[in-house]
């Protein structure tokens, strides 16, 4: 059995220590962030019509994400250098984000390109707000929050059963949970809470079989059964599908299963603050069979399907898992002092392998006055 067993001493804050305080395992996980130079999931694809502006949030930092009436997307620090005001609030002129206040508009490289009022003898002010890559994969954007020197060579997920002329049948799910990205980590990845989705069966009876840690991933694999739910079990083709053992990675920062190479799914988070974030799932099959029959059913029909079930069975099963995180993290913040007892040695995997990548963030970030806006 693992156990953390630190319990309060005389004189400690009761409230939830940041990470340079934390003195056990679970403290600092709790209090990490994830790295900023990996490309995270913010939005989908459709959310974001031309000429629209949003904010989205990375590790409290408020960005400002908008699509020009071409159909280029800019992600810019959501504030204009001239009164602080949410860039998000404004509007966007052809390709031009525009601030509500007083009409200064930015480019999608941050650069200040227009004022339309007077400047009252002065010249044009040279700024430049903080831009970030952005790209549209998997009907998902994507933003690289970190150095931008290193978002070209930085891999983000690759998933080509999804892409090409006959990709397979795929949905998204997503959802802003107020808890720790680290709490829905351990999640989705930790099968003893199969008790929490009894009457939905996704998976029952699993056995971790397989453990290790390799760089910034966390391979395991379990013996377990999957998809025997009351309904789910008459979609699933087992004649072409072996549903007795599935492989997991968490693959910092993100997360994928394969059942048989043929039900897999990946977990994207993205780290609004310190207890909440979004988090975005892809599921995608090549196993499913018309019920009765148990012949495959043809492509046409297994998307209508699959929205289907994100509705009724999808999308309540994970409701589940964050109505369970939030409680998490409720009960973290009233005792973030309490003992911790960890039987599973994967979340003890994840949780170091989290504080490590923090820490090595932490350990090469440079210190950085802040400044109203950088000059162009």
């Known amino acids: 059995m693992n156990a953390e067993r630190q319990e309060p001493?005389?004189?400690?804050?009761?409230?939830?220590?940041?990470?340079?305080?934390?003195?056990?395992?679970?403290?600092?996980?709790?209090?990490?962030g994830l790295h900023p130079d990996h490309w995270y999931a913010v939005e989908h694809s459709h959310a974001l019509r031309p000429g629209a502006v949003i904010e989205t949030r990375f590790w409290q930092r408020s960005i400002a994400l908008f699509r020009g009436q071409?159909?280029?997307?800019?992600?810019?620090?959501?504030?204009?250098a001239h009164r602080q005001v949410k860039l998000s609030l404004g509007e966007v002129a052809g390709c031009r984000l525009v601030c509500p206040y007083h009409g200064w508009q930015y480019d999608t490289a941050g650069r200040l390109v227009a004022?339309?009022?007077?400047?009252?003898?002065?010249?044009?002010p040279r700024v430049r707000l903080a831009a970030f890559p952005v790209r549209e994969r998997y009907g998902l954007i994507w933003l690289f929050p970190g150095d931008p020197a290193l978002a070209e060579a930085t891999a983000m997920p690759e998933i080509p059963e999804v892409e090409g002329a006959r990709p397979w049948a795929a949905i998204t799910v997503d959802f802003t949970w107020a808890a720790h990205h680290s709490m829905i980590i351990e999640n989705v990845s930790d099968f003893t809470h199969a008790?929490?989705?009894?009457?939905?069966?996704?998976?029952?009876?699993?056995?971790?079989?397989?453990?290790?840690?390799?760089g910034q991933r966390v391979r395991l694999a379990y013996d377990v059964l999957v998809g025997d739910g009351r309904f789910s079990k008459h979609?699933?083709?087992?004649?072409?599908?072996?549903?007795?053992?599935?492989?997991l990675c968490f693959e910092y920062p993100y997360q994928w299963s394969d059942t048989g190479g043929r039900i897999k799914h990946w977990c994207f988070f993205l780290p609004m603050d310190a207890r909440t974030t979004r988090v975005f799932f892809l599921f995608y099959f090549d196993a499913i069979q018309i019920p009765l029959l148990r012949v495959p059913m043809p492509r046409w029909l297994q998307l209508p399907l699959l929205r289907a079930a994100r509705r009724v069975m999808i999308r309540p099963l994970l409701a589940q898992d964050g109505g369970m995180v939030e409680a998490e993290q409720q009960a973290y913040e009233r005792r973030p002092h309490a003992p911790s007892i960890e039987l599973n040695p994967a979340v003890i995997a994840f949780q170091k392998l989290v504080v490590a990548e923090w820490r090595r963030h932490l350990e090469g970030?440079?210190?950085r006055t802040a400044a109203p806006a950088e000059l162009a």
């Open 9 to 32: 001493r005389p004189g400690d804050d009761p409230a939830v220590p940041a990470f340079e305080r934390a003195r056990t395992r679970r403290q600092m996980a709790r209090a990490a």
């Open 115 to 124: 004022i339309p009022h007077a400047l009252f003898g002065q010249p044009m």
């Open 195 to 214: 008790h929490l989705h009894r009457s939905y069966r996704p998976f029952t009876d699993a056995t971790l079989i397989e453990l290790r840690t390799e």
């Open 235 to 247: 979609f699933v083709d087992r004649s072409r599908v072996r549903v007795d053992r599935m492989e």
């Open 70 to 80: 071409d159909g280029t997307i800019g992600a810019v620090e959501n504030r204009c």
């Open 365 to 367: 970030a440079m210190p």
